[in-house]
């Protein structure tokens, strides 16, 4: 339904190209493992013994699902054909809960084909030793803390702007700029779009975090800081705004 939603905006807006490669906000998946569900799945190296989980007990919006993720739980989504060119986006809502510890990260990976820890851009929320308040984005090999500190249980939004051909990253968390033009983790592995990485890097007991509303598309289409979360995205795609 919001996959339509969006595309039908874009018809209205006469500068924009709209492409959704991939939306999902779990609220039709069954509860439990995500691994098997709409293309989520262990692997190399999101090989730990457990998966995340489908849950209705805490969402983003009134009503529905999400991803909740526990301490060493990884799933990875596979996109086909890689996207080997462009700039695209990457849209997501975040919820961090019970931080305590250094290592516990929450991740968002982007690959090519080899699935591996150093991708293409990398961002954790959380966990890193340089501030653990922090989203940290990565600047080519650098991991630098940016914005302002993590809202602790609340739900944040996150956004990327992908240019592929440049191999460079712009990241928004609530509607600011936290990273302008940071470099690929490992451009020299990854030079194209292949696959999601979503999980927790470590962590242990009591810490948990959740992701919701994915929404991964050609250009650079950015959700205001306005955009509240009551209705998902049936409401929130019908307020969208162009990024030149």
């Avoid at 996959?3 to 807006?13: E, K, S």
């Avoid at 293309?39 to 529905?64: F, L, N």
């Avoid at 990565?138 to 914005?147: C, E, K, R």
């Avoid at 598309?217 to 205001?224: F, K, M, S, T, Y």
Wanted: overall charge negative; glycine content about 12%.
């Amino acid at each position: 339904m919001f996959t339509v939603i969006l595309c039908v905006f874009c018809l209205f807006v006469s500068t924009a190209q709209c492409k959704v490669h991939y939306a999902q906000n779990f609220d039709n998946l069954k509860e439990g493992d995500a691994d098997g569900q709409d293309g989520w799945a262990m692997g190399p190296p999101a090989d730990d013994e457990t998966a995340t989980t489908i849950t209705s007990d805490v969402k983003h919006g009134d009503t529905g699902k999400s991803m909740q993720v526990d301490p060493k739980q990884v799933v990875i989504r596979d996109f086909n054909p890689i996207i080997k060119s462009g700039i695209h986006f990457l849209s997501l809502w975040f919820r961090y809960e019970l931080r305590d510890l250094t290592d516990d990260k929450l991740f968002i990976y982007i690959g090519e084909e080899i699935r591996e820890w150093a991708g293409g851009p990398v961002c954790y929320i959380g966990g890193n030793s340089g501030d653990p308040n922090k989203v940290t984005v990565y600047n080519g090999p650098t991991a630098t803390p940016v914005g302002e500190d993590i809202k602790l249980g609340e739900w944040q939004h996150f956004f990327a702007v992908i240019d592929v051909d440049k191999q460079t990253l712009d990241v928004y968390v609530d509607d600011e700029l936290v990273a302008d033009d940071f470099g690929w983790r490992n451009p020299g592995n990854h030079a194209g779009i292949g696959w999601l990485m979503l999980g927790f890097d470590r962590g242990q007991a009591g810490t948990i975090g959740y992701y919701d509303d994915i929404v991964f598309g050609e250009g650079d289409v950015l959700i205001p800081e306005a955009v509240q979360p009551a209705g998902k995205l049936a409401t929130t795609w019908g307020r969208l705004r162009m990024v030149n």
